[in-house]
Every structure is written in structure tokens, then in C-alpha cells.
């Protein structure tokens, strides 16, 4: 991969790498608690962009995964069953597929030209024919958006943040800066 492809890979897998370093350390409970009103829960989040990447990387595009995810064969991924993690989904089973997605994302990244056509089965009729680029540019943004409600649940879990917080400050720099943000709000009340 060269130019605007190998870039988009690389904002891909620092998106992944982000998603999946929010589980570091975490108990198997905080990984799959919901944490949002909506349930948002990082293992959740993790099992989405699994769907999202096959999906969007793989089937549309003419390559199917060389496996079937079970909320797909049994059609509960239309009733968010691909949000959260039952209990006999273990962590590691869960990861698991999504390197596998990744691979199989990789492999399209690798085999397709950014221009390759695409058709998109769940979108509406007049929207569905579409390229593999779009599509790419859209698992992108879809990667990092989710990286970083992973970054917000993480921070909720136990006060870690992302990567940049210690270059930032120390405790002592983020109480005073926190408290600054606060005064400022309270302004408005």
C-alpha cells in the first residue's frame, strides 16, 4: 500500500491499537459493564467493529469472512446484540475476532484499489452502490469514533485516560487543571 491507502491503514490500526489498549488491566466485569445511559461498554465496543469491519471491508466488497459471526447467523446483531458481550463470549474470543477482522480488512487493503466497486446490502436502494475507498474512509472514522468513546468509558472505569495524559501532566497538574475547567463552568450557572 502506498499514498492515501497506506495512510488510511495507518490511522486504521492506531484506531484498533486504541480500542484494544482501553481494556488493559480492566476485570473482566469492568470491560463488559454498561457505562452510558445507552449501555456503552468497551468489550461492546469491540464486537461492533468486528461486524463493522467484515462488513464494510469484507462482504461488501465481494470477500466474505472465512467465518460467520453468531449475532449475524441468528439475526440478533438487528436487536444490538453486537453492542455488548453474553457471558459465554470471553474476552479473549472477543479480541480474537477482531485481529481476524482485522487480517481479513488488511487483506482488502492489500488486494482492492481504493476505486474497486462496492455495494453496501443494508443501505438504501438509491445509496448502495458505492467504492472501496468510501467505505475504507468510513471504517476509519467509525474505528476512531469508537476509540474514543473507549477513551471517555476507560476514564469513567478508573480515571486512566489516553495515551497522552501523562506527557499532559501528574496528578497534581490534572486536580488543578480539572478544577480550572470547573470554575470556569460554574461561571454559568
Not at 62 to 72: K, S
Not at 79 to 88: I, L, V
Not at 107 to 117: H, I, K, N, R, Y
Amino acid at each position: 500500500m502506498t499514498g492515501t491507502a497506506a495512510d488510511l491503514h495507518r490511522y486504521l490500526q492506531q484506531s484498533r491499537d486504541s480500542l484494544v489498549r482501553s481494556l488493559d488491566g480492566l476485570s473482566e466485569y469492568d470491560v463488559r459493564r454498561p457505562m452510558t445511559p445507552t449501555a456503552t461498554n468497551l468489550l461492546g465496543l469491540v464486537k461492533h467493529l468486528v461486524g463493522i469491519e467484515l462488513g464494510y471491508l469484507g462482504d461488501c466488497v465481494g470477500r466474505p469472512a472465512p467465518f460467520t459471526l453468531p449475532w449475524d447467523e441468528d439475526g440478533s446483531v438487528w436487536e444490538s446484540a453486537d453492542m455488548w458481550a453474553r457471558p459465554d463470549e470471553s474476552r479473549e474470543y472477543l479480541l480474537d475476532l477482531y485481529r481476524r477482522a482485522w487480517r481479513h480488512s488488511d487483506e482488502s487493503m492489500a488486494e482492492l484499489p481504493l476505486d474497486a466497486p462496492a455495494t453496501v446490502s443494508w443501505w438504501p436502494e438509491e445509496r448502495r452502490a458505492t467504492t472501496f475507498g468510501s467505505l475504507l474512509v468510513r471504517v476509519v472514522a467509525e474505528t476512531a469514533q469508537h476509540a474514543g468513546h473507549a477513551d471517555i468509558v476507560r476514564e469513567l472505569i478508573d480515571g486512566q485516560a489516553g495515551m497522552d495524559q501523562a506527557v499532559m501532566g501528574d496528578t497534581e497538574w490534572w486536580a488543578k487543571y480539572v478544577a480550572q475547567v470547573r470554575e470556569a463552568a460554574e461561571q454559568h450557572r
